[in-house]
């Protein structure tokens, strides 16, 4: 049963990191410039069902990029992350703690500006921070990269992410239940509703982690960013799971600091 509770959990524990344009999880291929700075605080608050298991949860998400150059973004990020399962309500896991820490460098190599187009290439590896015993971290360092197209246009972008993770890990449990190889597509589109308002929506699917599972992850993401100045974004939005594999719904707020 504790087994059982613990892979319910997984739409939370290996969730994709909140390290794009939030509150979407597909990335963008913009970057800082030379010398700046972006400091971001993301957050996510799940709850899902799979029977009589219910499972309540989130993440918190620190992440720091910095412009090496007008195209290159290095990005640090480190989650810390919290769950509960219940049975029938009885409570079969209560955790918390750090998760693995992740470090991406992010590389726009091709601008058409005449039409609004660049691809950006983001290779990521992840340092086994949190504890494996608990769920938060692989155990392992683990690694992947993702190729992000970005189209922008009068009303507002479109971007497409196509990715993929390798994650290792620490516990030879986790290597009997748990998928090696992760791949990751996804769509997102923003309208700029005012000169300081922009409405998001993002789907995607990713491999579900779990080894015997029926179907992969499908997600729908709506909501808004508001600037409150040209550098500093607030945002929130809502996630709702398209398939019984995706986290039911979960609720997604951040901030954002430019300098």
Do not use: C
């Amino acid at each position: 049963m504790l087994k059982k509770a613990l892979l319910v959990a997984l739409p939370l524990l290996y969730a994709a990191p909140l390290y794009a344009s939030h509150p979407l999880i597909t990335d963008d291929t913009g970057t800082q410039g030379t010398g700046r700075f972006q400091l971001e605080l993301n957050s996510e608050f799940i709850d899902d069902e799979d029977g009589d298991l219910e499972v309540t949860g989130g993440e918190v998400a620190a992440v720091l990029s910095y412009g090496l150059s007008d195209n290159i973004d290095l990005v640090v990020g480190l989650p810390w992350m919290w769950y509960d399962v219940k049975a029938g309500g009885a409570t079969l896991v209560d955790d918390n703690g750090i998760g693995d820490l992740s470090l991406e460098v992010k590389w726009r190599f091709f601008e058409y500006e005449d039409h609004g187009l660049s691809i950006a290439l983001k290779p990521e590896v992840t340092f086994p921070t949190g504890d494996e015993d608990n769920g938060p971290g692989n155990g392992k360092v683990s690694g992947g990269s993702s190729l992000i197209v970005s189209k922008e246009g009068i009303l507002g972008r479109l971007h497409l992410n196509l990715g993929y993770m390798r994650n290792e890990y620490g516990l030879e449990e986790d290597d009997l239940f748990l998928h090696n190889d992760i791949w990751h597509a996804s769509f997102a589109g923003e309208i700029n509703l005012t000169a300081d308002i922009t409405a998001v929506g993002n789907i995607g699917v990713e491999t579900n982690p779990e080894k015997d599972a029926e179907e992969d992850p499908v997600f729908f993401i709506g909501g808004l960013i508001y600037s409150v100045t040209e550098d500093f974004d607030v945002d929130a939005g809502v996630k709702w799971g398209l398939n019984d594999a995706e986290t039911d719904r979960a609720f997604l707020a951040g901030i954002a600091a430019r300098f």
